[in-house]
Structure formats: C-alpha cells, structure tokens
C-alpha cells in the first residue's frame, strides 16, 4: 500500500457529488438556485436540526420540503424542471460535498483492510467473550484466526454462530451496530495483519494531519 499514492489520490478529487432525488411525485418548486450556495446537512448534538431547505414538492395542496442531506455547496439545479410535475426518483440537482478527514479516513481503510463481508441480511453481534474483550480494551485487541468463532446472526428469531474466515490479524475497524440489520454483503469488520498494524496507523495519522477541511 502506497500512503502517498493514496492520499494524492483524494487530494485530486476531495469531493462527491451526490444527486438530490425527489422522494415522491408532485410539483416541484426550488428554493435555491444559484450554483456554489452553501448547504448544510442535519445538525445538532443529535441531527434534530434539519438541513438547508432546497426546493419544496407539492402534491395535493401539502408542500413537502427537500433538504440538503449532508454539508456542501449547491453544484447544478435542474431549472427546467421548476413549476412541473415529476416523478419520484426524478434528479433536481447534485450537491458538491467536500470529503472530512475522517471519510477520507475510512475510505482508506476500506482499500486497506481485509473486509469480513455478512453472509445474508440479519443482526449481528459479537460472542460474548469477544465483546467483552472490545469494551474492556477497544478493537485492537482482539487478534482474529481463520476458523475461529466470533460473531451470533440473528435472523428471523434464530440465532447462529459465525466463525471468521479470513488473513490472521487483528481487529481494525467495526461496521455494525448492536440491533441493526446488517444486508448480505456488507463488511461487518475490517482486519489489518499485524505486520501491516504501523503502516495503517502512519495513514491514519498522515491523513488528521495533512487533509484540509473544508466549512
């Protein structure tokens, strides 16, 4: 794994953009227009702050608000679409946003991690020594083998142990949370080698430091 290559890599595009949908059908009438207005997302110790108001949808006589979903700057609205009708799914416009150290952070980690994926959609949990071993001393401390079991699905009231098949290792990074589903084919749990435990820590430290937020 390149750190520089990686890095350069999300310096050269540190943004997404991210198509802004009508959720149902209806009128559609924008409330902002201009291309580079700034956006924020939901906000507040817990998301109880809506985003910027977009554009409204109104569908029998009941105006419903689009809102920005995450911080960024307004890229392109479609204009044409003002005063009409569309259906739901119909792209209005795309916000820019900007990538946070930590997105950058974990799209890294992605790359370099070995992803133990779920096998089916279900909730997912830790055996019990394993979580107590995380609370007790974090993620890290958990060292992982091919064959050992560590995880309970639970499915349609049944629950089944899981065993880990994947490199040696240790514990990296956690992708679930207690009493969420989790669909088939999402990573559960990310797995560095121990060899490799100092150059992902160099990443994650290049990044904090290096990486330029953007309002």
């Known amino acids: 794994m390149n750190v520089k290559q990686l890095l350069e890599k999300f310096k050269e595009s540190p943004y997404e953009l991210i198509d802004v949908t009508a959720p149902h059908t209806g009128r559609v009438d924008f409330v902002l227009t201009e291309p ?14 809506p985003g910027t108001l977009m554009a409204t949808l109104e569908r029998e006589k009941n105006k419903k608000p689009i809102r920005a979903t995450m911080n960024g700057v307004l890229e392109s609205v479609d204009q044409n679409l003002a005063g009409t009708f569309v259906q739901a799914g119909t792209r209005l416009g795309v916000i820019r946003h900007y990538l946070t150290s930590k997105e950058v952070i974990d799209r890294i980690l992605k790359e370099a991690l070995y992803l133990f994926p779920a096998p089916e959609r279900a909730k997912y949990y830790f055996i019990p020594e394993i979580d107590k071993k995380m609370r007790a001393s974090g993620k890290n401390a958990v060292e992982v083998t ?27 990074a956690v992708y679930f949370k207690l009493g969420e589903n989790v669909e088939g084919g999402q ?22 430091s290096e990486w330029e937020e953007h309002d």
């Open 36 to 49: 580079g207005s700034k956006l924020v997302g939901p906000h507040g110790a817990f998301l109880e702050k």
């Open 146 to 172: 091919t064959g050992m079991e560590m995880f309970i699905m639970s499915r349609m009231k049944r629950e089944t142990a899981l065993t880990y098949d994947g490199p040696d290792g240790k514990v990296y």
């Open 187 to 208: 990573p559960l749990i990310g797995v560095c080698p121990g060899e490799q435990l100092p150059l992902i820590q160099d990443v994650v430290n290049r990044v904090r």
